[in-house]
């Protein structure tokens, strides 16, 4: 069985990031936001659900255990990583953001060759911004940084 005291800190970081995500999304206009607003709202839900079932389950557990934090060095990481590149992206843009994270994700989570690390993060972020600039003709952010107004 699962340390119900994992599954605590889990529901209670999904929750915070679901009611982030609805908070920062309330901004929106009301269609675009629609969609988000039911996954946020079903996350939040779920992970009501889940800090119920871990808080059940603290009852039954006997054994005093303690969270071995060093196991979520990685999880941490991923989650510092995503939230500069949502406070980086109105700044640098879509394309640069991109890059940083995803070579940065690389290299951080120790992806051996690091050139090809980089060379990846460049051609995954070019990619997917062909698929939604020209394919999708959806705009991505460029950055106040470069822009020439």
Do not use: Q
């Amino acid at each position: 069985m699962i340390n119900w005291k994992y599954d605590l800190l889990l529901a209670v970081s999904l929750f915070a990031i679901g009611l982030a995500f609805y908070i920062t999304g309330s901004a929106y206009p009301a269609t675009p936001f629609l969609f988000p607003s039911y996954l946020t709202v079903s996350l939040c839900i779920l992970s009501v659900i889940l800090g119920i079932s871990a808080i059940r389950r603290s009852k039954e557990d006997v054994s005093s255990s303690k969270i071995e934090w060093h196991k979520y060095k990685a999880p941490a990481f991923v989650v510092a990583l995503m939230a500069a590149y949502i406070g980086v992206m109105d700044y640098i843009g879509f394309l640069a953001s991109g890059c940083l994270l995803l070579a940065t994700f690389y290299i951080g989570m120790g992806f051996k060759n690091k050139i090809l690390g980089i060379i990846l993060a460049i051609v995954i972020t070019a990619i997917v911004y062909a698929i939604f600039h020209i394919a999708l003709e959806v705009s991505l952010p460029i950055g106040s940084l470069w822009e020439t107004e």
